[in-house]
């Protein structure tokens, strides 16, 4: 019938979003109740407890941001930027520079860290921004979904600390997938996205504000320049007060309880290995194939695979065909690696065996 939602289901192995379990679904298609409904209120201390398990972390300011991962983003950097504060932001790839973006928009003086794309940000270099001048936040993207680069945060919070500066780390496509430890690495403000290795649908962003954080929003003499985000109103919603600010998205938190729950169901460290071999067993078929990696063994992400297109290859025929005849989404190269690389996502209920052999057969067929 026209005008209804009538399309073929997806095999998702694109960046984003991944597949999602059917309780997942389910338990949003629920009732909505009322978001100040004590039944309600249980969901969401349940919601904050499981999230910090997740985020391994004890914050107590630990929430899921109403938006999408770039509301995470815009979250961690406005509580703590005032106008003319140094920020240095390290950039490896697109999102690197949408936070620089971001910083510059809240009127920060913002100090860029650059690495080739395909590589990871040297420390020594945020050590040598560091050193130039009194800064208030470093920030950096943990997995560079552009690039599939996976970045080492231990030694970069490190320096950042002994310099008495926050970290902000974006951690959207590897929370759920890669080992993502909130407190042993120091972060400050982490942030995530529900729809790529916690397979929960779009349109939420988990994000956590550790005491440190939590303090220099506390002692901010400005007050926070975006309302939607203001995390000293918000938290008044999500801590004893109740306090109304704006309505929570209700069915998508019965979503997003649900997939925190089917997580820890999973347990962690079993998760993380899911994802570490499918990652091998599809780089192991790409390379049997003749295809390359972008970024070097040592820096790939297993959530997301950046692959060289090789020269002979028509990027969007193939993409077109996987979509139109296998009903599998891979994705395009953005920004600089637009035409150059495929981005192959192996994230949360995405990251199977089956759809890596699926995958690298429909690939062996379009390029045969
Ligand atoms: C590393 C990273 N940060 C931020 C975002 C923005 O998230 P969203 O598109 O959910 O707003 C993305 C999305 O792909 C991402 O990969």
Redesign the pocket.
């Known amino acids: 019938m026209s005008g209804s939602l009538d399309f073929s289901p997806r095999i998702l192995m694109g ?2 979003p991944s597949n999602v379990d059917a309780r997942v679904l389910q338990a949003m298609a629920l009732p909505p109740i009322g978001h100040l409904d004590p039944e309600f209120i249980k969901i969401m201390e349940r919601i904050k407890t499981m999230l910090r398990e997740v985020m391994l972390t004890d914050n107590e300011l630990t929430i899921p941001v109403s ?7 815009e979250a961690a950097l406005c509580n703590l930027i005032e106008p003319g504060d140094r920020c240095v932001v390290c950039v490896h ?3 690197g520079g ?2 620089a973006e971001i910083c510059a928009r809240y009127g920060a003086e913002v100090v860029t860290v650059e690495a080739p794309w395909g590589q990871p940000t040297d420390p020594d270099d945020v050590s040598q921004a560091l050193a130039e001048g009194a800064t208030k936040l470093v920030a950096i ?6 690039t599939g680069v996976l970045q080492p945060l231990e030694e970069i919070s490190r320096i950042t600390h002994q310099a008495g500066v926050l970290l902000v780390v ?5 929370l759920g997938g890669h080992p993502v430890r909130v407190d042993e690495w120091g972060i400050d403000v982490c ?1 995530s ?4 290795c916690l397979s929960i649908p ?1 349109g939420l ?1 988990p994000i956590t504000f550790s005491p440190q954080a939590v303090a220099a929003l506390d002692s901010r003499p400005t007050k926070v320049a975006n309302w939607y985000l203001d995390m000293s109103l918000v938290r008044h919603y999500w801590g004893e007060e109740r306090t109304y600010h704006h309505t929570a998205p209700v069915n998508a938190l019965y979503g997003f309880h649900e997939g925190l729950r089917l997580v820890l169901a999973e347990g962690l460290e079993a998760r993380w290995s899911r994802h570490q071999a499918n990652h091998e067993l599809l780089v192991a078929g790409l390379t049997e194939m003749g295809l390359e990696m972008l970024p070097d063994p040592n820096y790939r992400l297993w959530s ?1 695979n950046a692959v060289r297109i090789p020269e002979w290859v028509d990027d969007v025929a193939v993409r077109q065909r996987l979509l139109n005849e296998y009903d599998i989404e891979i994705g395009g190269g953005l920004g600089d690696l637009k035409g150059n690389v495929w981005r192959i996502g192996l994230m949360g209920a995405s990251s199977t065996p089956n759809n890596v052999l699926m995958l690298l057969g429909a690939l062996n067929e379009i390029l045969d």
């Open positions: 960046p984003g938006g999408t991962g770039s509301a995470g983003m790839g697109v999102f949408r936070m993207v943990h997995a560079e979904t552009s974006d951690t959207v496509a590897s942030y996205g529900t729809q790529k779009p962003a997301l």
